[in-house]
């Protein structure tokens, strides 16, 4: 994105970025209590005033950010956390609401599009997935799919819709279209 933070984009016909966006829809579906963070380098949204969460370890990708966060999770006794990306321009908060209700007993519950598991679109056990990742990390592979294959990822089901909302910005292009 030429070094642009993704979060800081416009919705699409919005005066909000995508990470305001985001954090409106997560409010509308979880109540205004629901703890928000943000995970890793987060200059680009100062603004914002939420607690950031350093990448534990730093250095390694998204792996880091996602062992940070349950960290996070864990210290502060939630049970199970959200992780989101923050450049998804249509998600909705009925689709955030059941990502947060359905399947309770599942380890993890990832949203798939296009037949590819969104780790960066899930629930996550704490107390599961925070092994899962650590495991992981020990045998040196990066990949967030891997923590997936760890534990009893379960799929969200999505109507086709869904899946439309859950298109995120990963190129210019994306953006235009």
Known sequence: MGGVAKGALKAPGSEQT???RLIGEV??????NIPLVLVGDATAYSSSRLPVIADDPAGIGPLGGLSGFLRHAHETGASHAIALACDLPRIEAALLLRLSREEPAAEALVAELRGVRNPLIARYEVARAQPAVNGVMETGRRALQAVLDAL??????LTPEEEQ???????PEDVAG
């Open 18 to 20: 995508l990470l305001e």
């Open 27 to 32: 409010r509308a579906a979880l109540g205004s």
């Open 152 to 157: 009893d990822a379960r799929l969200l089901s």
């Open 165 to 171: 909302s859950l298109v995120d910005w990963d190129t």
